[in-house]
């Protein structure tokens, strides 16, 4: 991997339990990878999710930060860290006719299929402005409870092919657990990445990507459709035990060309 230049992760169940904070290991981790490559974090997210869950938890200095990259919403917004704050490099946000339009394709789908759930936690649609996200259990569910929802995937893929067949204009994807994600066409994780090249003159092989829902159907898997290496792991132990082989390969690597 001597032409590695960024590292970017999924976040929940990649870098920390779905909605929840990343743990000290593994902020750490992100540090020390921080010294030696880029980092991208890119997930279905608001940015205040990426606040609350990671940014609040770094210890970093100016050049850390610099080095740090973040892309919520699936890569439908980005920013970097330019004179002291978070600044918007640039968002593709959905017009209000189209959010209309998704919200009832959503709620009408989920009520007509019975994933309406009566408990839930917090909103069920989020206008997150360059998406919207539908979260079956609410947007603060707790994690156990999200992952005994729909353990094989089955209702997500339900729920995601009666909008998509009410939306054909738009994307429509699965995202976390229990949620399905609306983007402006062609605008997913596979968008953002390539913004991520363009943005920073770089080809695929500068780029390991590293997150939970690699296989076909799965929020990460445009990433792998378009040729970037990819590392799948199923929870946030596994990417912290690759972060630290990582970590360690790149130390070595950047020793021996001193």
Known sequence: MNDLRVV???????????????????????????????????SGGRFEQFEAQVLAHLELTEEQRSRLHLMPTC??????????????VYAEDLSEADKIRIVAALTESAKALGLWEDRTWGDIIEDRGSQITFSALGQSAPPQEKYGWDP???????????????????EVRGGGSTSIDVTRKGVDKAYGMRKLLECLDLK???????GDRLDHGGNDYPVKAM????????????????????VDDLVRRHAQRA
């Open 8 to 42: 970017a992760f999924d976040l929940d169940d990649t870098l920390a339990v779905s909605k929840s904070q990343i743990d000290r290991r593994m902020a750490e981790l992100l540090g020390h990878l921080l010294t030696e490559v880029d980092v991208l974090i890119i």
């Open 75 to 88: 890569g439908t917004r980005y920013y970097r860290w330019r004179d002291g704050d978070w600044r918007l």
């Open 152 to 170: 094989d995937g089955s209702k997500k893929k339900r729920l995601r092919d009666a909008v998509a067949e009410q939306l054909p204009d738009l």
């Open 204 to 210: 695929h092989d500068n780029v390991l990507f590293v």
């Open 227 to 246: 040729g970037i290496r990819c590392h799948a792991v199923t929870c946030w132990e596994e990417t912290a035990d690759y972060v630290q082989v990582l």
